[in-house]
T-cell receptor, first 111, second 113 residues
Framework: DAGITQSPRHKVTETGTPVTLRCHQT?????MYWYRQDPGHGLRLIHY???????DKGEVSDGYSVSRSKTEDFLLTLESATSSQTSVYFC??????????FGSGTQLSVL | AQSVTQPDIHITVSEGASLELRCNYS??????LFWYVQSPGQGLQLLLK??????LVQGIKGFEAEFKRSQSSFNLRKPSVHWSDAAEYFC???????????FGGGTRVLVKP
């Protein structure tokens, strides 16, 4: 299995608080992604990175920011959490479109 | 923009019966197509992928999928399902630029004994 670690695995927070999710990889892959999974919507891309300090928006980026200061770490920040951001968040890594590896997910509940 | 539609939200199948999951995509160029499976509480595992060549591709766990360009479809099949195939299945289309995937909404498969 690809070396991807997401932390925390579960988090409960309150509306209006900032939240940061971490994705750590040991594969030295260039590309990293954050997806959210919601029933009926499958996985939707939030942000992705194509290198250190190089990031771009996905289809559902409003209310989220990301940072990648090292190859191995990709952080997702909810600037002011809302109930609509309750979801399961998946990190993924790849070197090419042919091989995308997913982490185990973070269950986030915003009350 | 690319998109993926999985028309069936839930499918119930008896153990030992055949299974077919539908996937339709919209993409301007030749697509990279994928099927992933997600067991409860787990991440996504790649079942199979199509980039070019033979339009019938074989994957893990006895699954296969057929690419039909004329129908913009990439349906997943298994001749005989096992109870362990109960999971959610996602079809995805990829683009080489940025290595991004667009996923369908998923089909949840229930297997009856």
């Amino acid at each position: 299995d690809a070396g991807i670690t997401q932390s925390p695995r579960h988090k409960v927070t309150e509306t209006g608080t900032p939240v940061t999710l971490r994705c750590h990889q040991t594969e030295n892959h260039r590309y990293m992604y954050w997806y959210r999974q919601d029933p009926g919507h499958g996985l939707r891309l939030i942000h992705y990175s194509y290198g250190v300090k190089d990031t771009d928006k996905g289809e559902v980026s409003d209310g989220y920011s990301v940072s990648r200061s090292k190859t191995e770490d990709f952080l997702l920040t909810l600037e002011s959490a809302t109930s609509s951001q309750t979801s399961v968040y998946f990190c993924a890594i790849s070197e090419s479109v042919e091989k995308l590896f997913f982490g185990s997910g973070t269950q986030l509940s915003v009350l | 923009a690319q998109s993926v539609t999985q028309p069936d939200i839930h499918i119930t199948v008896s153990e030992g019966a055949s299974l077919e999951l539908r996937c339709n995509y919209s993409y301007g160029a030749t697509p990279y197509l994928f099927w992933y499976v997600q067991s409860p509480g787990q991440g996504l595992q790649l079942l199979l992928k199509y980039f070019s060549g033979d339009t019938l591709v074989q994957g893990i766990k006895g699954f296969e999928a057929e690419f039909k360009r004329s129908q913009s479809s990439f349906n997943l099949r298994k001749p005989s399902v096992h109870w362990s195939d109960a999971a959610e299945y996602f079809c995805a289309v990829g683009q080489a630029a940025g290595n991004k995937l667009t996923f369908g909404g998923g089909t949840r498969v229930l297997v009856k004994p």
